[in-house]
Structures are given as structure tokens and as C-alpha cells.
């Protein structure tokens, strides 16, 4: 099987670039096999994202970073080299919903994903037995409202000891502290049951119910401080009608939701998502 | 060509409407080809929509309300009858946007809507050659900020002129006045360039686009006094990108706008949109 | 828990159909709490669909049955009367591509389908573990070319051993013999991969992409003696483009056909779906 | 207002391409404002597209054209550069049926397209008025059976005399002759009104509600010899019901094919389809 290097490159843009980069690529005989770029001319920012295949460069990742080191100087890019036989490791936090969790574990066993969920962290037990029926450790960290600070930190030791590359919080219903938001700033990807910004914060079902909405939306975003304010990485609606209750908007709302979930996750793990200030540019 | 008796109703629920209604129907000897019912449990109020062939009964529809006037008492009911030969008229606001106006103007020359567009009024001249070459007269009301009670006088007198049963704000761009919003509640129809609530107000696409969302919308909703706030008739969202400039989004927005106005009119000129506090019930 | 008595009837149209039934109706004291109705103008026929709370009347089922006996006769309905404590029994059957099932399982568990789904059958092993753990009986059995009678045999005895109401051939990839499509007919639901007609038979993700479409689709539908031709319940798509492989295809394919054989599975179990010919009427 | 040459490319895929090609862009001090690249892995084919601010290059296209001669020789490209204040011509041919060319019109002179519409061609002479007010000849070339070729003669030489780079048929509903699909292979653009390779020929419509579909289509695509079989650029469907009746799938048929074809004429203006054998790449 192919393993990559995949290279992601953000940087002020000027010319030059992309002669520069593939120059430097092709210099080492490597042959690329999906590129992507994107100029921000608002922002004076460019995007890139190649994908290298591994064999035709003679050299490990470590060595090819080496080498590319000058390059990025030159340029001032933020960037970062992916050897695809590293796959990321992958924690998942759920509260009492099930679905997103059953559906990225269909989706990782089914090998759609880029990565590895490594363990469930819950506040709930009820999900331990589907967790380790699918041969993963399944952590049950209460959160009452008294002793917060103690069960974050319990989760953050978790996480560190799963070495996990990402988290998602896949309905996990809890606001994380500030401290883990800032820790692990764009590696925690959360799905909000609500076309954002409309319906931030909680019951979005039942505001848009009582709005007469005619479509009900999910966006996954970045965790960041601010409530449901994060970078956007992905959105998709629902179409619905007066027929139908607060109950059915929440049916068809767990369908959007891991659908959106799981194509925003997928874009991370395969570094599609690059974040520039409060907004994503999306290689899909 | 045959027409219809369209009947709506919208009364407290309790058990045996339908029956007596379509008994009534029955009785004289009248042919449904349509039905729509709709119960809201948590209101307790029943929505009916009958489409019946005319010629199936041998009453005109003056006989045929005052034979139904007792039904109507017997079960509390906001109702109304309209004999389909009856088209409603239809008054288009407009102001430096084209595109509703161009596409509404298609659609009714196609025989898309039931109902007759009978002129077109704006706060600026851009339109009158396309309108007049569609033989329908255009009325020019400049509405400066310090004559706006004076304007929207000339804009009522217009409205009234011209017999209008429905007023469409083709993005008309500027806020109708209380009096007005009052005066023809529940027949001004509105198109707002997003998916409300989300960017209510002015430059919805660059709102969206600076909180990077990945959907656009459109919105077409009876106006009320609340701005953007009225029961909504019709949503829906094209997908948007980090390619997509605030130009891009205008141009997308364009095609969701006139494809959701067409929607709502066509509903609400085919008596498919009943009104319940600030939400409707659609029988699309 | 309230529980309802559904009626669904399809006959010849004539007038006064909705004024009997719901006289009917109304006449026990019968409460509506839903209620469809559908003309075919081409057809001249007339079908209908009413919800009614069972504690409004004061009748058992099979009493309620008896008294409507004489409508039916009078207006030559097709028709039929179910209590919905008296829950549908599903058999799915299975072949080695797991994604419906797991859907369909989790919706099951979650609540989301008016049935109860009994027991799996394969032609391979690969399930038992995850169907076992739902606590389902599972049965393999092996089709092989030469045994394929036998194995049809064995598979009717499962499926009347059962008691099953539905079968649903959730990516099951055998052709059913013309004697089970007879004895169960308007009873089993295919999910074809690729939006009918277009790509019936084999491999129609590798016919898509190599036709070049820009998009691909599944097909809910029931099944009948001629392959992939039977009356369809529901449609979807997914949008491609020249970046995705063949492998991609599946992919996008597998959420677009779970999503509608739910859709489907869902609606034909709540009584949702009256077969016409070859066409279905759908009061969704 | 900034001008561009669009550069576009399709060649054998080997290492180097993009580093050969973009350090040609700058080396001439080219600023790239848009970059986009496939790799077809199964036919061993690269195609990318470039466009590069004209004034960024002290050299005229011609003299551009002429410098990247010899790379072209290298890699054994078909490419094709091109400078944008050169706008295609677009003539447009069609029948009976005026939704197309009515969104075709406004969006030309909204400015949505990269070509200038020059003149329209029908077998009727209905729109003419219509298009006579846009400031556009009208050319009525009736196309009786018994002198199709003579027509078709006196439409090649209408399309000669105008220039035209594309030739889009918008509902024209005859049938190209060889000899034209030959002569402007590439150019020559097909709404179809069916999701292609569903309902090939005479009245997709009618075939899509006598099948059942839920969904119906439109197709955009070149015009080859082969009715209906050339590559696609754009599909897109709408929903139906059995509610529908074929006039209405008509009706909705019309939103969704000037939807497609406005798409596939956009991209095809803008060189972002490039073709290859009976496929398209399409850098949309």
C-alpha cells in the first residue's frame, strides 16, 4: 500500500510560490498526486496542500522536512509534513445521544476515516457496551455541576494519555473550560445541532420550531472560548415542515448532524481544513 | 377550462370537521379534487384546504358561502371561499435588483402563477423599458429619507389603484412603514437574502461571508412590522466555499432568491399558505 | 402511550368518498389525527390514508373492521385497518457490505421505525457478532449457484418461522426466485445502488463513472419478478465529480442508500406507501 | 479593470509538470491568481488550469503563447491560453420553449457570463420580439422534414457569419447533423431534460412520470454524433411526488434545466471543462 507525504503550507502570498514549492518537490524527483491552492485576496493569504507520494522521494519525512526547512524561511509559512503511515489518533467524548458515536465507529471499522478512535470519554454510562463490543476503552467521567474543574481535569489526562491528535465532541453536551479549549485550539471539532450562527447555545430544535424555520442545519466547527463560535469547517440542512413536531426536528436533526460531523472530521484527518482567523478554508 | 371553489379553513380542533365539511360538500353534490388537512396538536387548531370542481355543484360561489356560512359558525372558523376564474392581482415592488422582478415576470407570462401581476412600482426608473415591453404599467416613487411618509402615501394610493390582492417586495430594499404593514397583513410578501434568523438586516451576504459560513440562504416571509421577523413561508441555501468571494455569494444568493419567492407566491396565490400567530402552514 | 387504528384505503375515485369515511368516523366519534388524501385524475382512482386516536372509539379493532365492511363494499376499496400496538415484524437480509444494517439497527434501537426487526439472514457469517449483539437471531445461509433452490427453500422457512410482515433486502446482492417475489409481494424493499433506470444490474457505481455522471443515486423500491424494476418508494443523490474514483463512488453510495432505504423502510411500515400498478403513491 | 491569461492544459501525467510549468509563469514574473490541477491515475492523464494576472507579465499573449511553446513540446500538451478581454461569442439556438434562453439573456446582461451572447437562431419565429429587445438579431430558420439539409446549411453559415466560439442549445429540440457536431466538437452545448443516461430521446418527462421516479433531472453536455451521449458537464434533479402530474414535472423540469445549463455555459465560458474522450474535468 502507497504511504504520502502531504505537505500543508499557509503563508502571506506573493509570487513564486507554487514554482518555488513544486520546483522544490520536483528537485527531489517527487511526483505529486493531488494539489490544492487557494489565494485569499482579501486577506493576502495563500493556501496550499500537496500530496507526495512517498516512494518517489528518496528520503523519510524527518529528512524531507530538513530539507524543505530553507523553503518555509523563505517564505514565512506556517506548514506542517504528514507522513500518511502516521495516522491520528482519534478520542471521541459523548454525553446520551448515540448516534454521531455509532456512526464514526460504522465509519472507522468500514476504514472511511483517516485515522484511529483510540477511546470514548462519557459524563453518561450508557455507551460502554457498544464501546467495547467494538474492542475500544470506554471512560465514564461524571460532570456535576459542583465539581467541574476536577472532571476536566480527569479529561485532560485522558486525552493525554491516549495521545490523541484530535477530539470530537460528538453530542457531548458539556461547554469545556477554557483551559482545554486553549490547549488543544484547533484539534477539537464539535457538532452543533443548529444551522450557526442562527440557534446558538442550547435546545436549537425547539427554536427553530418555535421560529417556523422551514429547514433545520448542523455546522461542525473548532472549539474555541466563545459558545458555538469557532471556525466553521462544515454545514448541511433539512428540509422541514409545519407537519412535523419538535420530536421529528430532531430525527432528521441526528441525520445532519452525523453526516456533517463525519465530513468534517474526515477533512481534518486528511488536513483538508486549513484555519485562518475565525474561518476554514475546506480542500474537499 | 374547468375552475374550482377553493375553500380554506382554519378553526379551533375538535372531532368531526371533516366530516361535516365534506358532508356539507357532499351534499351538494360537489367533487374534491384536492384535499390537505392539517391538526397542530400543541395549538389545538385544525387547517383545511378544499380544492372543489366547480361545475360538480350547481351554486355559484356567492350561494355556495352563504350556504357554508352556518358551518362556519357552528365550528368557530376563520374561512374564506374564492371561485379560481377570480385571479388574484399582483403589485411587484422593486429597486435597483432585477433578477426576482425578471424571473416573476417570466414565470407569469408562462402561466407558472395563478394570478396576474398588473404592475410594477419602484423607487427607481431602471425597469420601466423591460416593464413596459411586458405591456404593464411602472410607477416611479423616489422614497429620499426626508419624504418618506409622502412616498409610501403614493405607494398606497398605487397599491389601492390598482385593486392589488398581493404586494410583492421584490428586493425592494427599503422598510414599508407600520401603517402599510398593518393595512395589508397577510398579503405582503417579502425576499430576504438569508436564512432567517441568521443575518437579519442589511448585507446578509457579507455577514456571511465574514463569519465563513458554508451555506447561503434565502428567506420569503410575510412582512410584518417586526424587520425580518414576519411568519415564514419558504427557505432555502445554496453551498458556498472559501473560494467564493461576497461577489460569488450575491451572485449564488441571486438564483436562491428568485427561486424561493417563486415558490412562496406561487403557494400563497394558490391559497396554500395559512397563517398561525407568527408561523404558517403550507400546503405545497 | 396512545395507540391509533390506521386506515388506508385505495378504490376507484367517485364523489362523496371522504364524506362516507369520515362520517364514518366522526359517527363512532372517531378523532382524526391524520389525514391524506390523493386523487390520480389519470388513473380515476382515489386513495387515503386516516390516523385516528384509538381511545376516541369506543371499538376494538377488529370491531371497528367489521362495521366498515359495508363502506368498503360499497365503494370497492382495496383497504386495511391496523392497530399500531400490533407492531410490523422485519426480517433483513444481508450480504457482505454492512452500512444498512448498521443503520438500520441503530434506528430501530433508537426508536425511529414503527417495527420491530426480528432477525438477519446471509448468505455469508461476517454479521453475527454485531447482530448477535443486538441480540437477533442470525442465520447464514449459503447460496451457492448450484444450490440456489434449496438455499431459497430454507430462506422462506426462516422468514415464515418468523412471522415476518417485511423483508428488506438491505444490500443483500442475490436475485430473489420469482416464487418468493410472488408469495410476498408489495412485502419486500430492495435497495439498488444507483438512481433507477438509470444502471440496473451489476456494478452500477463502475457503469456511473465510467459514463461520467456528476452524480449517483440509490433507489428504494419493492421488489418484484423483473430485476431492479419493481414500483419505487424513494430516490436520492449524492453529487460527484471528476476528482472521485470508482472507490469514492461506493463511499458517497453507501450513505446516500442507507439513508434512503430508511426513508423507505420507515414510511412502508407506518403504513405510508400504496402500491398503484407499478407506480406508489407516497403520503410522506 | 485587470485582465487575465487563462492557461489550460491536459498532457500524459509524469513528475514536474506543475514545477516546469509554474516556474515558467515565474520566471516571466507571472502572478497566479488561481491554480487548479487533476491527476486522472487510471488514464495517466494531468490537466490543470491557470490563470495569471496579464499585467503581472510584461509580454502580450501572443508573445506568452510563443515562449511557452517549446514546454508544451516537452510534456506533449494540448493546451490552449487565452486572453480574457477576448470574450467568446455564444450564439444560441432554440425551439418553442423560452425558459433558457430568457436566464441565458438575463444573465448576460447581469454580467454573470465570460462571453457575449451574439444572436439567436430558431426553427420558429415566437421570440423574436423578446430577443429583439435585448439588441440582439433574430435569425427564423424553419427546419421542415423534407429540407433539413438545406436548413442546417443555412445555420452553419449563420453561426460562421457571427463568429460564434459556442453554440448552446436551449431547448432546441432538433437534431444536430453530423457534419456540425463534427465541425464544432467541443463547442457545442446540450441542455437535456432528463438526468442522462436515464430517458434518452423523445420526452423524458412523460418517461419519468410513467416509470414512477421520485426525482427528475437535467443534463448539460457537449453534442457528439451520438444523440444524447456525449460528456457530461452538469446534472442536477428535483424532487417529485405522486402528487405531480406531468405538466408539473414539465414546470419543474424548466427550473432545474436553466439552472444545469446555465451552470455547464458559465464553466465552459470560463475554460474550466476540459474534455477527454467521453468525460469532462471541470475546475469549477
Redesign the interface.
Known amino acids: 500500500m502507497s504511504h504520502y507525504y502531504r505537505l500543508v503550507v499557509s503563508c502571506p502570498d506573493r509570487?513564486?510560490i507554487?514554482?518555488?514549492v513544486?520546483?522544490f518537490?520536483?528537485?527531489h524527483?517527487?511526483?505529486?498526486?493531488?494539489?490544492n491552492?487557494?489565494?485569499?485576496?482579501?486577506a493576502g493569504r495563500f493556501f496550499m496542500r500537496y500530496e507526495i507520494l512517498a516512494d518517489?522521494i528518496g528520503m523519510t519525512a524527518a529528512e524531507l522536512e530538513e530539507a524543505f526547512e530553507p523553503v518555509a524561511r523563505e517564505f514565512d509559512m506556517d506548514w506542517a509534513l504528514r507522513d500518511t503511515r502516521r495516522r491520528p489518533r482519534v478520542v471521541v467524548m459523548v454525553s446520551r445521544e448515540?448516534?454521531c458515536l455509532?456512526?464514526l465507529l460504522?465509519r472507522w471499522t468500514?476504514g472511511?476515516l483517516e485515522g484511529d478512535i483510540v477511546g470514548v470519554i462519557s459524563n453518561h454510562d450508557d455507551m460502554r457496551s457498544m464501546v467495547e463490543?467494538h474492542g475500544l476503552p470506554y471512560y465514564h467521567v461524571a460532570v456535576p455541576a459542583d465539581y467541574k474543574s476536577a472532571a476536566f481535569g480527569e479529561v485532560e489526562r485522558l486525552v493525554e494519555e491516549m495521545e490523541a491528535d484530535t477530539v470530537v465532541l460528538a453530542r457531548y453536551m458539556q461547554i469545556l473550560p477554557p483551559r482545554l479549549c486553549e490547549r488543544y485550539a484547533g484539534r477539537v471539532i464539535n457538532i452543533h445541532h443548529s444551522?450557526?450562527?442562527?440557534?446558538a447555545g442550547a435546545r436549537p430544535y425547539h427554536q427553530a420550531h418555535s421560529?417556523?424555520?422551514?429547514?433545520i442545519?448542523a455546522t461542525c466547527h473548532y472549539v474555541t472560548e466563545e459558545l458555538d463560535a469557532g471556525?466553521?469547517?462544515?454545514?448541511?440542512?433539512h428540509r422541514v415542515?409545519?407537519?412535523h413536531?419538535p420530536q421529528d426536528l430532531v430525527?432528521f436533526g441526528?441525520?445532519v448532524e452525523k453526516?456533517v460531523l463525519a465530513r468534517g472530521l474526515r477533512w481534518h484527518l486528511e488536513d483538508r481544513v486549513l484555519i485562518h482567523g475565525?474561518?476554514?478554508?475546506?480542500f474537499?
Open positions: 509570487r513564486g507554487v514554482a518555488r513544486s520546483g518537490i520536483a528537485g524527483g517527487g511526483s505529486i498526486t493531488e494539489a491552492q487557494h489565494s485569499d485576496l482579501e518517489s448515540s448516534h455509532v456512526d460504522y468500514a472511511e463490543w444551522f450557526l450562527p442562527s440557534f421560529r417556523g424555520v422551514k429547514l442545519g471556525p466553521i469547517i462544515e454545514q448541511d440542512i415542515s409545519h407537519c413536531t430525527r441526528r441525520d453526516a475565525n474561518k476554514t478554508v475546506v474537499a
